[in-house]
């Protein structure tokens, strides 16, 4: 066990029916089966755990936190950053469904990760985005000029996160399960037209043998950055005391993903109130535990009031490595100086097809990066995969109608949307999956160049932080491709 390692482990009083059920489902006798307890979903095997990821400050390395402008250094910790992990095993397919409270922890790491957990066929890591935390990327440092990124931080992340999988594992436990949702727009702000929102938060509650809650998996789409740009004390922000809250409600480990998040869904302002009704706004520690309880207690609506049960088993998974063009000059440029540290290509033109390597004589081309856009299926549930921040119009379909003449592609096709892709699925939107290439902007919204649409006299805040307009019809196409094969193994 890695130092630090929280065991959460609500399931050992029934190791023995573990083994049970681990034998049964590979076929060593049928007769076994009756000393299994009596499960709905006997089939799924489920396992929560969690590891401390927080930086060390003490170590004298700067921490420099990521999300807003360069230059934050750590001062302290609020609370600590964990990465959590549930892993779901159907006896012939185990995954490992991982989120950290990071800003975006990039593919080469997710490979890392992978390439030591062979025994799963699946692992994903989502990052929460966390706008309070170490940074990953390498765009937050002291200067333009520097690195804001601790490699020796990375590696440890790598290690725990490893680590953290194959203990999770260890402690596998028959399940059943419930899927829900419960709506409330009103905690979401969109910052950019057009309004378009996923005020739907997504559950998937886990219960034991014993009839005890076991696990709650917690999927909402709100950029973890309630403390906002001038905090300098680490936090993992308002996901922390929403799984605060239900941990305390529900005595159970909680998982939480963020989804759709950009377009730009951020913590609403002179929504959430003191105990003086007076309101909270952005930047200010009670606002964060706030807010963060009150998306506790629609997680709870949908555990409570929304849910029904779902099987988890077959698990199936579909994946797809795709490849992006980068047009956004300013990642060109921190790549140049080694702020931005990734491997890159020639962009071939075929998001499927891998470039040339990057040389100085071909330096002029476009530059493309290697991401991977996945859809898993857990039984009932769908988890849509996109390694970003996806616009919630990608979701609903619901595109800026008309399209305003203004922006760059007014011509441009729709992308096909998930809720139409998983049409009469229950499907929950994995966002930064395995990756955070920025925002996934739909290609008719694509706004760069002047004159701008709705009449604004500059461009909105978006395109500066995406590689480039070509990001969501590819992501999109692939994410299809991915529902696709899933559907033809059916
Ligand atoms: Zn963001």
New binding site residues.
Partial sequence: MVAGLVQRDGNRAWAGAITVVGWMVIGMGVSLATRTPAVADSLARVASGAVDITPDLAGGTPVWIA?YGMGRRATGVHDPLFARCLVVDDGSTKVALVSVDL??LQFPEVLRIRERLTEFQYVLVSST?N?EGPDVIGIWGRSPIHRGVDDAYLDQVVEKVVELCRQTARRLAPVTAEFGTATDESLLRDSREPQVKDGILRTLTLTGADGRKSGLLVDWSS?P?SMGSKNSLLTADFPAATIGWLERKYQCPITYFSGA??G?MTPPRNRIRDDNGQYLNEGDFTFMERYGQAVGELAARAVEEGSSAVRLHPIQIASQRVYLPVENALYRAARGLNVLVREATIWSGDPAQKGAPLSLENADQTMAIETEVACVRLGDVYLACIPG?IYPELLYGQFQDPVDPNVDYPDAPLEPHLDKILAGKKWMLIGLANDEV??IIPLCQWDKVPPFAYGRKESQYGEV?SCGSQVAPILMQALRQCAMKLESAR
């Fill in positions: 999300g800003v975006g985005h706008h950029h950055e998040v950009g730009l921040e920025g925002y932080n």
